[in-house]
């Protein structure tokens, strides 16, 4: 594999930050997840925008142009064959003291990963997921604004140990006033009937990329979408439930804190966006050469 760090590309061996990288002690630092599909980068402009977008709010100044960035993604994946596959992109603060002030960190690194990717088995798109709801809040957004893809991901970390160790794969995390907020890397929707839901960016939740796209592909297939606040009651009593990501896509969720959701299998609207989702993957993107 083949690592680009400041305009180069590296060996894996030789892929190598420095210890002091405020990235690293600080997780300060912004980052992206973009999936390649058949040799096409997806959804690569509102990944670079989101990506600025959280360098923008944390005072963080990417030494090079969108387009630069756009570039250098395509040209890591072509350095790798990336015919399929999961691009992290990394900006970290880069090297400074060990006190908190970003502004002695002189230069950002910028990393781009092109790896491929572990996916969810396919049995849990199959049968879909069993979650749980978890005590550690989602951070308020008035502390950290969850649009801030930044390093730190220890408040998801937390959810997720919680799901893990009630014996479920993922987690949803609600918000402080106990309204549902996302899942830990994904999402969530409802459904009842022909209507959508999910909770809006108050919620405080990460306005994800596949979030949007779904939303789009639903209305265009006449479903009713709305951004609302939910309870746990609502998820329980929806008939179908899914999670969207980069990494997951759209995945059906049948089961929340012991509670069958619908028929406890994954549901045709689901099943129908998933199909829709995947048909959109497939044909689009920037193409990688
Ligand atoms: N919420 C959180 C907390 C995430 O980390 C992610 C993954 N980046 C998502 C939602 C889904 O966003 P996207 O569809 O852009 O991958």
């Known amino acids: 594999m083949r690592v680009y760090i400041n ?30 599909y058949n040799r096409r980068v997806f959804m690569l402009a ?11 709010a944390i005072a963080l100044e990417i030494p090079m142009s969108r387009k630069a960035m756009a570039d250098a993604v395509v040209r890591t994946c072509r350095a790798n064959r ?45 049968k879909g997921l069993s979650i749980v709801t ?16 930044s390093l730190n991901y220890l408040n998801n970390i937390l959810a997720k140990i919680e799901a893990i160790n009630a014996g479920v794969p993922e987690a949803i995390m609600l918000n402080a006033d106990g309204r549902v907020a996302e899942a830990t890397g994904d999402n969530i929707f409802t459904v009842k009937g022909r209507t959508l ?15 949007n796209v779904v939303m789009d592909l639903a209305r265009k297939s006449g479903y009713e979408v709305r951004e609302q606040m939910m309870t746990r009651y ?3 009593n929806a008939d179908e439930v899914f999670l969207t990501g980069t990494a997951a896509e759209v995945v059906p969720v049948v089961e929340i804190d012991r ?12 099943q129908h966006l998933e199909k829709q989702f ?9 193409p990688v050469g």
């Open 7 to 36: 305009g180069k590309l590296y060996s894996e061996r030789d892929a190598k930050i420095s210890v002091f990288d405020h990235g690293l002690l600080y997780g300060d630092g912004v980052f992206e997840g973009i999936r390649v």
């Open 46 to 56: 509102e990944h670079i925008d989101r990506l600025y977008r959280s360098a923008k």
């Open 82 to 126: 990336t015919a399929n596959g999961y691009v992290r992109l990394v900006v970290t603060r880069g090297v400074g003291t060990l006190g908190l002030n970003p502004f002695v960190c002189r230069r950002p690194q910028v990393i781009i990963i092109a790896a491929t990717i572990q996916l969810y088995p396919k049995e849990y798109y199959e």
């Open 134 to 149: 978890v005590p550690t809040v989602r951070n308020l957004s008035e502390a950290l604004n969850p649009n801030i893809k």
């Open 197 to 211: 839901a999910t909770p809006p960016p108050q919620a405080g939740v990460l306005e994800g990329i596949t979030r």
């Open 234 to 236: 609502d998820l329980y």
């Open 259 to 270: 509670r069958r959701i619908g028929e406890g299998r994954p549901g045709r609207v689901t």
């Open 278 to 286: 995947r048909q959109l993957a497939a044909a689009v993107g920037v």
